[in-house]
């Protein structure tokens, strides 16, 4: 079972990062310095942005949630 919530922690984890990356630089940040600044066509519409921002919500409480119950599981 610890193995089953490892696994599953080290696939979110990296599902986590692809949709961080995912997002559209705000400006004024690290995003400036790697060529997020430039404005972009592809992403542009808000209603995908914000279904992306919920998407990544729900990914990140589901990796805090294999976090919890892993350190549960080692503990015992």
């Given at each position: 079972m610890e193995?089953?919530?490892?696994?599953a922690l080290v696939i979110f984890s990296f599902l986590l990062g692809l949709l961080v990356l995912m997002h559209k630089g705000k400006g004024g940040g690290l995003s400036d310095m790697f060529g997020g600044g430039m404005q972009s066509s592809v992403g542009g519409s808000s209603v995908a942005e914000r279904n992306l921002d919920?998407?990544?919500?729900v990914v990140a409480l589901i990796w805090f949630a294999h976090i919890v119950v892993l350190g549960?599981?080692?503990?015992?």
């Open positions: 193995t089953g919530f490892s696994i919920r998407i990544t919500i549960l599981l080692m503990r015992s």
